[in-house]
Structures are given as C-alpha cells and as structure tokens.
C-alpha cells in the first residue's frame, strides 16, 4: 500500500499508552495503535523498499519481518512497563532485523522521532577492521566524511569511547583519533511531528538514505574486504 502518513492519534496513542502502561488498556485500544502506528509503519517500509530498489543501497524490509514488537523484554529488567514508547522498523540488506550492519532505522517515538543510517555494534572483527582502514587508508575515510557533510550530515559521536582502543594509543590526527573511538558509525536524521504524519515522509527518507550512502559504501567495502584504495 501506498504510505500516506502516520495518523493523527499516532503520538497521543503513546502518550496515553506511558499514562495507562497494562495490557487490558493496549488490547481495548489495539485497533487505533494497529491503524495509527503499525499499518503505516509497514505501508512506509514496504514503499521504501520499492524506491530504494532503484539507488543502489540495497537496503530492502516487509511489514513482517521488519517491524519492532512494540512489547517490551521486561524479563531481566527492573522496569517491568509492558511497552515501548515508540514504535520502529529497520530495512537491511537481508529484509530482516537481524542485520545491525549497514541498515536504516526508522524510530517514531513519543520523545523523539528519527531516522538513521548505521553500522551499529559491529561486532569485535568488523569494528577492528573499520578502526584499521580508518588509520591505514584515511583519505577513504575523509572522502566518506566530507560526501557526508555535502548531504548536510555528519558522524555522531553516540557511544564513544573515552580513551583510544588498545593498538590505537599512537594515533594523533584529531579527525582520526577521535574516529576510532567509536563503537558505532551512525549518521542521524531528526523527524518533525508534522513530517512523520505527511506522505512526504516517504520522500524525506529517501532523500536522507541517498545523502547516507557513502556511510553504507564505506562499511560494506570494509565488511567485504574491497579497498577504494
């Protein structure tokens, strides 16, 4: 189905979702979450994956596969509330949310809503890998970077490390220095409320997820072991 907005009851569904936070509550009310949250998150992800088919990204989702429980894991936690105050969808090479490495994020929140490209938790191989090329060829590293920044974007600092990673003490250039502190390389993009409830959300994650690709290239070149010399 065509995307044509998040509904308008879509953020007041969470705010009284945070006030009531039970289950007799979310199932009276299921239908409004499932018509103002759900069914056009997956309307969104489904006509992402259609657009991106065509700009190279490879980044692809279904309404099944792709979409977030809005259900909390409250199994190992002191916060016991049921639910999440937001709901989320990621598109990945795969179509599925089990790839954290090179992926879109899409997060509408009762606090926040955003959109992201990332390389998230890379895990210990592939993060060294990144942190090596970053060290060992910084002129690919800068061109992803200043291509970032001509799309209006920049890496986030989210996470980083406080102190260089062990091998990494000698490195001195402060862009570099600071990169490799990373744990992640995720590059973010703020959604307003009247965007997420406009059809042309669709045209402002597209336009965003374009402006990102140099952060998928330079991941993927990495992951697969092809250097841009």
Not at 33 to 62: C, H, I, N
Not at 165 to 172: D, K, M, Q
Request: charged share 30%; hydrophobic share 40%.
């Amino acid at each position: 189905m065509t995307f044509t907005g998040f509904g308008g009851k879509a953020l007041p569904f969470l705010k009284a979702l945070d006030f009531h936070q039970n289950r007799e509550w979310f199932n009276e009310n299921r239908a409004l979450y499932e018509s103002e949250l759900q069914s056009p998150l997956g309307d969104l992800v489904e006509e992402l994956t259609v657009r991106f088919a065509g700009t190279g990204l490879d980044l692809k989702g279904d309404r099944k596969a792709s979409l977030f429980r809005i259900n909390r894991d409250v199994r190992f936690s002191k916060d016991k509330r049921p639910y999440k105050l937001h709901v989320s969808a990621v598109l990945s090479r795969d179509a599925t949310k089990r790839s954290t490495n090179g992926m879109l994020y899409i997060h509408i929140g009762l606090e926040s809503c955003f959109t992201a490209v990332a390389w998230w938790q890379p895990d210990r191989g592939l993060l060294e890998r990144m942190r090596r090329a970053i060290v060992e060829r910084p002129a690919e590293f800068r061109r992803m970077v200043e291509a970032l920044d001509r799309g209006g974007l920049a890496l986030s600092q989210e996470d980083r490390l406080q102190r260089a990673p062990r091998g990494f003490e000698a490195v001195n250039e402060a862009d570099l220095a600071g990169a490799v502190r990373n744990r992640h390389f995720i590059v973010r993009h703020p959604l307003t409320p009247e965007m997420i409830s406009s059809h042309l959300l669709a045209d402002e994650l597209t336009a965003f997820a374009v402006a990102a690709k140099p952060l998928l290239d330079w991941g993927r070149a990495i992951d697969s072991g092809i250097s841009g010399g």
